[in-house]
């Protein structure tokens, strides 16, 4: 099991950037595929980003292609999200996951970070 605390959420304006961490413990990292969702206030929670056990593989949400940069390291047991060019529609409520190698679904969840963007 792994547990999971993301962190760097909060209140920016239109345009700036935000770098989102999901900090592990528990079993060891690297064996995990790891990705980033949101969910804003009144909608489903939607996929982001998503990153191999070995950082070797991203995708990406169309609406943050090109914006967003998901890594990890998997040293520091650590996922990043490098949000720039932030816009209103990213605002929501981010959370980190992680899932085994085999399984298709997200199996550890962490308690997520608000990122609020003004106009």
């Known amino acids: 099991q792994v547990q999971l605390v993301e962190s760097g959420g909060g209140l920016v304006q239109a345009g700036a950037s935000l770098r989102l961490s999901c900090a592990a413990s528990?079993?060891?990292?690297?064996?995990?595929?790891m990705g980033w969702f949101r969910q804003a206030p009144g909608k489903e929670r939607e996929f982001v980003a998503t990153?191999?056990?070995?950082?070797?593989?991203?995708a990406y949400a169309d609406s943050v292609k090109g914006r967003f940069t998901i890594s990890r390291d998997n040293a520091k047991n650590t996922m990043y999200l490098q949000m720039n060019s932030l816009k209103p529609e990213d605002t929501a409520v981010y959370y980190c996951?992680?899932?085994?190698?085999?399984?298709?679904?997200?199996?550890?969840w962490g308690q997520g970070t608000q990122v609020t963007v003004s106009s």
């Open positions: 990153i191999t056990w070995s950082g070797g593989s991203t």
């Open positions: 996951a992680a899932k085994g190698r085999l399984k298709r679904e997200y199996e550890y």
């Open positions: 528990g079993r060891t990292f690297s064996v995990y595929h």
